[in-house]
């Protein structure tokens, strides 16, 4: 009998202890953070996506070699030596038109591995991490600053430039060639009978 | 008074009623129902140091109409080996039992659906529909988890039943009334002549009354919050044990019936438990209609005051919902059969022994 009005006595102050409780909490702060509209600061050595600053980029192609699972793909092409590229912040001279610069965020596994053997420090983490696609191809950022128009430019001057060395070591080498032609005319009509002092 | 009014307004009989039973619908369970549901979204988010819904309109306040408005464009399913008639008709059937129970509920002086003299006898009796409505969609979505909940649901409304009915005996021993009007008019003057203190009797006979009101109260209120499913007596619709109990397999405006029942039914209990122990529509300090010598203020601010009442009960479930764990199927009968019952009981005696000498 004792146990039953002890039964009674403790679920009733129970359950006012109970909503004593609870109706302290309808009055603390929220702990909810708005989202969108709020964020949270995050840590300072956060990794998110990645940015390349491609005015100190000189397209040395270390991080796309750092990176374990491919999603840095570089080209290059190189610079005439007329053309000045400028310099980099850090002073380094740029020698190469970086003609693609492409990371695949789809792949990329945030490891920023890539961040550390950058000699110019162009390539570092953002704290941008809400940038999901409807397409996967969309997740394939292009960083590169030339147009395809500069791009096909930059090759075709390459080409020419290229073309032209070419043709001149050709010539060159025809030049000599016929040089050695004639030398060797020469060489066979004035002592025609001493051909191992030649190849000495 | 609205009925007269009705009546002269559109001269036919007919008309009059049909537009005062749809009053209480259109007029109070339908905002009430959009009100509730954001305010138990909002009490229990504040209560979880949450801020519940913020995007809709100001502070979440369009949410509900946005959840109608979703509901509304839901499809309608209909299982395929369900009993289709009982399925359909379900929802129909629990709100028409908690919509019925509004019929004698005394809003204001001015407003009461129907002044009948068995009014508590009616509610009580026709909230009854609910439980075969429950039942019948329980059984007829033929699913293990609907059928659980149904069958918990009628041995739990059943048997909280018996409570209620005991401690509305108690009040009408004291009072002589089963009338809600009648009983509310009882109760006026200052909040000392509510029924949980003591009633309109004068002397020591009131002291001797107060503690038996007490424990009434508790138990009405008790048994009340069983009686329409709610937490901690919510293992009809227990979503952690059965989804969602009986209206599991529902959808679209269907599940919206069930939802409007519950909010319904919530506020039907609450406002009987202000108009049986809380003075119904009366106000606790006064009329300001009175003191200014303006009378048609006094019937307004006595639904202000019934609402105010009702809203503040149905706040206390949500209060209790979000303090107290569910109990199990054992404690929730030992609680009704070994503790309410009996405790009501004695306090009935104790009430008639008083009222008798």
Known sequence: MKEYFNNIWLGLFTVFVGMKVTFKHLFTRSVTIQYPDVKLQLPERERNRLYVNMDDCIGCDQCARACPVNCISIETVKSLPTEDLGKTSNGKKKALWVTKFNIDFAKCCYCQLCVYPCPTECIYMTDVFEFSEFEREKLDYSFTTLTPEEIEEKKSNFAAAEAEKAAQKLAAAAAAAKKAEEQKAADNKTSGDKPEDKKE | MIYDFLLKLTGSEIAAGFIQSLLPLFVFILPFALFAVLLERKVSAHMQDRLGPMRTG????????????????????????????????????????????????????????????????????????????????????????????????????????????????????????????????????????????????????????????????????????????????????????????????????????????????????????????????????????????????????????????????????????????????????????????????????????????
């Not at chain 2, 009960?313 to 309410?340: E, H, I």
């Open chain 2, 58 to 357: 100001y502070h979440g306040i369009l949410q509900t109409v946005a959840d109608i408005i979703k509901l509304v464009q839901k499809e309608d399913i209909v299982p395929t080996n369900s009993d289709k008639p009982l399925f359909n008709i379900a929802p129909v059937l629990v709100f028409t039992g908690s919509y019925a129970a509004f019929a004698a509920i005394p809003f204001s002086s001015a407003f009461i659906g129907s002044n009948i003299d068995l009014g508590l006898f009616f509610i009580v009796a026709v909230s009854g529909l609910v439980v075969a409505g429950i039942l019948m969609a329980g059984w007829a979505s033929n699913n293990k988890y609907t059928l659980l909940g149904a069958m918990r649901s009628a041995a739990q409304v059943i048997s909280y039943e018996i409570p209620t009915m005991l401690v509305i005996l108690t009040i009408v021993m004291m009072t002589g009334t089963l009338n809600l009007t009648t009983l509310s008019e009882l109760q006026t003057g200052y909040f000392w002549n509510w029924m949980i203190l003591g009633g309109p009797v004068a002397g020591l006979v009131k002291l001797a009354f107060i503690p038996s009101m007490f424990i009434g109260f508790v138990i009405i209120y008790i048994s009340t919050l069983a009686e329409v499913n709610r937490t901690p007596f919510d293992i009809p619709e227990a979503e952690s044990e059965l989804v969602s109990g009986y209206h599991t397999e529902y959808s679209g405006m269907k599940f919206a019936m069930f939802f409007l029942a519950e909010y319904a039914n919530m506020f039907a209990v609450s406002a009987i438990v202000a108009a049986v122990f809380f003075g119904g529509y009366q106000s606790p300090i006064g009329y300001l209609g009175n003191t200014l010598d303006i009378l048609w203020l006094i019937p307004i601010e006595q639904f202000f005051w019934f609402t105010f009442k009702g809203v503040f009960f149905v706040f206390v479930q949500m209060w209790l919902r979000w303090t107290l764990p569910r109990l199990r199927v054992d404690q929730l009968m030992a609680l009704c059969w070994k503790y309410l019952i009996p405790i009501a009981f004695v306090n009935l005696l104790i009430v008639g022994l008083i009222t008798v000498l």
